[in-house]
């Protein structure tokens, strides 16, 4: 009966429009009211619980570290630096569509934001350039996810805060996984373009060893940048809310000194900014109360024990997690769909003894899946758009696929070596 009720009120709210916070908000009030004795007030204090977090606070201020970025021009000042870097190597202007993604991601912690900001300067000037369209805007649409998974994430930011998990061990956690999808980006980039070079013409341009230098040396505020937030956290000298409120004060230093930005431009930063931390609060705050009232009644408990019951084993219950974020992730956004699922998965997975900073990772990477999978992968919306149609979004999907592909591979790599997640937060924590 009780999961009869929660499924079918459930799809039946989400399916008729209104915003999914409210939909799991009044799905977790009903439960509480029909199967715990109308103990519906005890929402109140799950509210109070999760937005009482210091931590949770962080992620108004990273999404505004990212809009300011966005707004700044930085991005672009970025891409021309990494030019001269990839010009003569198959795949040119690709490889730099990854390495911008990596070092911009690191800054944003939004895979949309580093899809927007990097695709806007790069697509027209590598169609201008000759590359083929699908093939530029499917690395974009892929590489556009590491900003999820390169600290600072907003998941990451957003499963410890919820979890109640170390937000510095889970930065930690993201930066060889990060590097290491980031390096297979550019592997199959390259075998692609060797194997068709007409998909990346050659850059037939002479780019003395100086000129590669002073270019990099161009992206040194973006490196000061990352270290002010990183570090910080790292070396244990601020919390994440301390280092993102540092850090949206040196980006906005550096995006007026060294960027575009206007004082119209800092006052649209934050206007955005808090339209999007008000609809990811709203998915939280209705989420926290679904996740109160099927912990009040025993439900991963018992979950856990009917998986432990099951047969399928341990890896068998996670194949099978993984393969339900794949099917949702055709459904939900992202971190709607993590927020969503948190109360069930998280508990499963720690009870059959995964490590809860290697589950943060994996779930990021999951949801960083759902990203680029139609029909919402938000990744592949933005970038049509970008396009201005001149690639649809069937397109822009099929073209994604390759990454989609190396994802899935990168999941399976972190499962059967964990290490290269918690190598990082063992040596510094």
Not at 69 to 90: K, M, Q
Not at 388 to 416: N, Q, R
Request: aromatic share 10%; proline share 5%.
């Amino acid at each position: 009966m009780f999961w009869t009720t929660l499924l079918s009120v459930l799809l039946a709210l989400a399916s008729s429009g209104i915003a999914l916070g409210a939909a799991l908000g009044l799905t977790g009030l009903i439960i509480l009211h029909f199967f715990n004795d109308g103990s519906t007030y005890l929402a109140v204090d799950a509210i109070w619980g999760v937005f009482n977090s210091f931590t949770l606070s962080a992620v108004p201020l990273f999404i505004l570290l990212g809009e300011i970025l966005l707004r700044s021009g930085i991005s672009a000042r970025a891409y021309t630096a990494f030019t001269p870097v990839f010009a003569r190597i198959p795949g040119g202007l690709l490889h730099s569509n990854v390495a911008v993604c990596t070092l911009f991601g690191a800054v944003s912690g939004s895979s949309l934001s580093t899809a927007a900001a990097i695709g806007s300067v790069a697509y027209p000037e590598m169609v201008e350039r000759g590359y083929d369209k699908q093939t530029v805007v499917g690395s974009l649409a892929g590489a556009g996810t590491l900003g999820l998974l390169i600290p600072p994430s907003l998941s990451l930011l957003i499963f410890g805060a919820l979890t109640e998990t170390s937000i510095g061990r889970l930065f930690a956690a993201g930066i060889l996984p990060g590097l290491m999808v980031s390096f297979l980006f550019m592997a199959y980039i390259f075998f692609r373009c060797l194997r068709s070079p007409h998909l990346a013409p050659q850059d037939n341009s002479q780019y003395r060893f100086v000129n590669v230098i002073l270019g990099l040396l161009q992206v040194w505020p973006i490196l000061m940048l990352i270290i002010a937030i990183m570090g910080t956290i790292m070396l244990g000298f601020a919390t994440p809310t301390e280092a993102a409120a540092v850090g949206v004060l040196i980006a906005i230093i550096i995006s007026r000194v060294w960027g575009d930005l206007t004082i119209q431009d800092v006052f649209e930063a934050i206007y955005k900014s808090t339209l999007t931390f008000a609809a990811i609060g709203f998915i939280v705050l209705g989420a926290s109360i679904l996740s109160l009232s099927v912990s009040v009644l025993g439900v991963p408990h018992a979950i856990l024990d009917s998986a432990i019951n099951s047969g399928l084993g341990k890896y068998g219950i996670f194949l099978l997690v993984i393969a339900i974020y794949v099917l949702f992730g055709c459904i939900f956004d992202g971190l709607s769909l993590m927020i969503m699922t948190l109360p069930i998965v998280f508990p499963l997975l720690v009870g059959y003894g995964f490590d809860p900073i290697w589950i943060g990772v994996i779930i990021t990477l999951m949801i960083e899946i759902g990203q680029v999978t139609p029909p919402v992968g938000l990744n592949l919306s933005v970038l049509t758009a970008i396009t201005e149609g001149e690639v649809s979004l069937g397109e822009t999907a099929i073209a994604t696929i390759p990454y989609w592909i190396i994802l899935l591979l990168a999941v399976g790599l972190l499962s059967l070596f964990p290490q290269i997640a918690l190598l990082l937060p063992e040596l510094l924590f």
